[in-house]
C-alpha cells in the first residue's frame, strides 16, 4: 500500500494511465503547471461541476448562474485592486536564480521540524505577513538558515512583491492595441453583471450570483499537479445582502459549503476550517474548507466576508450606481456580499485522492491487487459498463440493447474483448460503478449478472431492472 507521499504520486500517475489528467503539450515536454483533461478526467470534471451547479442554483431559489467573459475592462482589475494588490511576497535565490513564494519556502522549512518548533515558525511568519514586513521576512528566513533546494544556499535576495496576473493586448495594431487581463478570479465577472441580473431577474436581495470559469494566476510555487495551476477553473457564488447581517449568512455559507462536501460521502474528520490571520483590507471575515489530501491538510475552498468593497469600488471607478433599493426598510444601499470560492480542478483531486485505493487481494496463497476509484457514484465518469461474456450466441445483440436503453440517461461503456475478469479490473481503475454481464443464462430467463464496484459482489438481476438500479444509485 502507498504511504501518502507515494499515494499522491501513484494518483498522479494514475490519471495519465487510465485517461484522466495529461500533462499539457507533452509532446513539446509539457507547460509547467499547465494540465489537460482526458476522457475520464473531463467526464468527472464536468459531473462535479454539474453537482455544484445544480446545488447552488437549481436547489436554491433566490441563486441565479451567469457565464461572463474572461476578458473584461481593464479598469476592472483597478476597481478590484488586483492590479495594486494581488501579488505575493517574494523571494529569489542568488545562485539557483530560482523564485519562490515566501510563505511556501518558510511552510515547507517548517514541515521539517518538530510540531511546536514549526508552529512557532509559523505564528512568527503570519505576523510579519499581516504587517507586510518584507525585511522581516527575510531576516526570519535567514535565521532560520533555510536554504534554497535548487542550490542549497541562502544566498537571497530582498522580498519583493510579484503580480500574478497575465496580460496581453487587444487591438489589431501595436499602437491602438490596449493592455488587458486574463481574469485572475471569476467573481469580478459577478460583479460587473449584478444590477443586470438583479434588475431583468427582478431579484430580491439576499440573492445569490454563480459562475463557474477559468481563472489565470501566473503562479510561482506550481509543482502540485492539478491542485496549483496557473490556468485554472473556478466555482464562486456572490451572495447579495444587506448591510449589518453579514455575520450571520457568514456562519450559513460556512455550514452550507461544508454540507456540500460532506454530501459527497466523505468523512467530517478529512475536513477542517482554516480562519484568515490576515484578512483583505476590506474583509470583516474569512476562512478557508482544507482537505486532508495526501499532502496534508490544504485550501479547496475560500469563504470570505467581503462587505460592499466590490460593488463600491465598481461605483466609485465606474461612475455607475450600483445600488439596490430595498422595499423591505424603504432604503437604497450597496449590498454587502458573501463569497464562496471553490477550485473545481482541486476538487478535482480531492475527489480523485480520496476515491482512489490499492487493495491486496491475495488468497490461498495466490497474490491478487487492484487498484480501484470508489467514486460516489453520481460523480464517476461511467456508471455502467455492459459485457457481453462472448462474441458470439447472440450474446452483443443483447448487450447491445440495454446500451441502447441505457446510454440515454447516463454514460455506458460497452466491451467484448478479453476475460470478464480484466474487463472488471479496467472499470475499478476508472472508478465505473457498475458492470453487467450477459451470458447464455440471460437468453433463457432475461437475466444479467450485475458487479458492485466496491464489495466485488455479483447478483443476478433481471435485465429490465438494470437502468433503474443505476439511476437510483447516481440520483
Ligand atoms: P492559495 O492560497 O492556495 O493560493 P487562494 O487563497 O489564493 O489559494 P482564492 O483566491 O481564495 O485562493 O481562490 C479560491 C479557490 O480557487 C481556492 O480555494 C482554490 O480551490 C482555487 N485556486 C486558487 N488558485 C488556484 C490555482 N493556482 N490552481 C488551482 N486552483 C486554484
Redesign the pocket.
Known sequence: MATDQNKFQAIISHCKEYGFIFQSSEIYDGLS?VYDYGQYGSELKRNIREYWWKSMTQMHENIVGIDAAIFMHPTTWKASGHVDNFSDPMIDNKDSKKRYRVDHLIEAHAEKLEKAAGDALLEKMDNLIKNDDFPGLRDLIIENNIKCAVSGTTNWTDVRQFNLMFSTQVGSVAEDASEIYLRP?TAQGIFVNFLNVQKTGRMKIPFGIAQVGK?F?N?IV?RQF?????E?E?M?MQFFIRPGTQQEWYEYWKNERMKWHLGLGISQDKYRFHDHVKLAFYADAAC?IEYDFPIGF?????I?SRTDHDLGSHQKFSGKKMQYFDPEINQNYVPYVIET???L???VLLVLSEAYKEEDLSKDGKEDSRVVLSFPPKLAPIKLAIFPLTKKDGLPELARELMADCKQDFYCFYEEKDAIGKRYRRQDAIGTPFCVTIDHQTKEDGTVTIRHRDSMEQERIPMSQVKELVQKAIR
Open positions: 503547471a478570479e481563472a494566476r503562479e506550481a492539478v491542485f496549483r495551476m496557473r485554472f473556478q464562486e478557508d490544504k485550501e479547496v475552498e475560500g470570505h470560492s471553490i477550485g480542478d482541486r476538487t
